[in-house]
Nanobody, 120 residues
Framework: VQLVESGGGLVQAGGSLRLSCVAS????????MSWYRQTPVKERELVAR????????VYADSVKGRFTISRDNAKNTVYLQMSSLKPEDTAVYYC??????????????WGQGTQVTVSS
């Protein structure tokens, strides 16, 4: 199983970026997908989550109204559209695959991360 993130980079405050995470080696529609972020001084935190099927997306309070998570099951890809970026959004962003209920709960997978840096 591989999760490969891309789309990170350096952007000015107020700008936008779109992160992508392409999954391979798994049945993508059997997984809820999430984006997390981590800095050297903060623990890894949930940014957004999208279910495998019907259900609501979930966002951290700090990104509500600015970030949008979406998925394209035909492309095995989950996206994170980030707008109105702030310096405090600077972090390494990771995608995570979580199996649906009933599947082996040990089958949780992480990507390698992509750096997002927002300059003031």
């Amino acid at each position: 199983v591989q999760l490969v993130e891309s789309g990170g980079g350096l952007v000015q405050a107020g700008g936008s970026l779109r992160l992508s995470c392409v999954a391979s080696g798994l049945i993508f529609t059997n997984y809820a997908m999430s984006w997390y972020r981590q800095t050297p001084v903060k623990e890894r935190e949930l940014v957004a989550r999208i279910p495998w099927g019907h259900g609501n997306t979930v966002y951290a309070d700090s990104v509500k109204g600015r970030f949008t998570i979406s998925r394209d099951n035909a492309k095995n890809t989950v996206y994170l559209q980030m707008s109105s970026l702030k310096p405090e959004d600077t972090a390494v962003y990771y995608c995570k695959a979580i199996p649906v209920p009933g599947d082996n709960p040990a089958n949780v997978y992480w990507g390698q991360g992509t750096q997002v840096t927002v300059s003031s």
